[in-house]
């Protein structure tokens, strides 16, 4: 079955440093994202991509936040000079099209320290 | 403000009980009202999903009900089972503008079925 790789599962990164979240999504979906999910709290959306460019993003994702597909497979999230706050399990999904089925990866859990 | 609302927040049910766990919306242009199940340390996986053309959408034990006028949604799980046992969120999404689908989740449930 298809499924939402993403890498590492666990960073620690000291907070100023700059940090890079991979996620290689379904191969024929077009539609990509990022959520993210403090401990114990809900999934928030961050941005959402397509066709190569931010479709949407929240009042979350400022200017310290950036995606990019490099390559035709990966998605990054980079996170330019990381906050305290910016500890939270960070989801990519995608999907085929925009009114189908989001699929979510493991997660990749970004602790800041 | 939250666009979702959901509870409760926590929720305890007995082997073979149901459970019900209820969502309610704001925003008119939501079209599409998914349910996903989270079990600790993984990612959401969708349960169920319903678009408010129908009232009911029902796959095995899971039971979506919709109210389009109070701008409600509900998940049922009948004969709930220790391995159901997990975060629960509801969403919604439109495709109002550029959005893409964007999912607003629920503060989730969490979800105890006791043997």
């Known amino acids: 079955e298809p499924e939402v790789t993403q890498t590492p599962s666990h960073q620690v990164t000291q907070m100023g440093q700059e940090v890079i979240l991979r996620c290689v999504p379904i191969?024929?979906?077009?539609?990509f994202y990022w959520y993210r999910q403090i401990l114990g709290q809900k999934v928030e959306f961050l941005v959402s991509?397509?066709?190569?460019?931010?479709?949407?993003k929240s009042e979350i994702f400022d200017d310290q936040f950036s995606v990019e597909r490099p390559d035709g497979s990966n998605f990054t999230l980079k996170i330019r000079s990381t906050k305290l706050e910016d500890s939270a399990m960070y989801f990519c999904?995608?999907?085929?099209?925009?009114?189908?089925?989001?699929?979510f990866g493991q997660g990749t859990r970004l602790t800041v320290v | 403000q939250q666009q979702v609302k959901q509870s409760p927040q926590s929720l305890i049910v007995q082997k073979g009980g149901i459970s019900i766990i209820n969502c309610a919306y704001e925003?008119?242009?939501?079209?599409?009202f998914p349910w996903y199940q989270q079990f600790p340390g993984k990612g959401p996986a969708l349960l169920i999903a319903?678009?408010?053309?129908?009232s009911e959408k029902k796959e095995g034990r899971f039971t979506i009900s919709f109210n389009k006028s109070a701008k409600q949604f509900s998940l049922h799980i009948m004969d709930s089972q220790p391995g159901d046992s997990a975060t629960y969120f509801c969403?919604?999404?439109?495709?109002?503008?550029?959005?893409?689908?964007?999912?607003?989740f629920g503060k989730g449930t969490s979800l105890l079925v006791t043997p």
């Open positions: 999904a995608s999907r085929w099209l925009e009114n189908t089925e989001a699929f």
């Open positions: 191969s024929n979906h077009l539609y």
């Open positions: 991509f397509y066709n190569n460019e931010i479709s949407e």
């Open positions: 925003n008119t242009a939501f079209d599409y």
């Open positions: 319903i678009r408010p053309d129908v």
């Open positions: 969403a919604a999404s439109s495709q109002a503008g550029n959005s893409g689908y964007a999912l607003n």
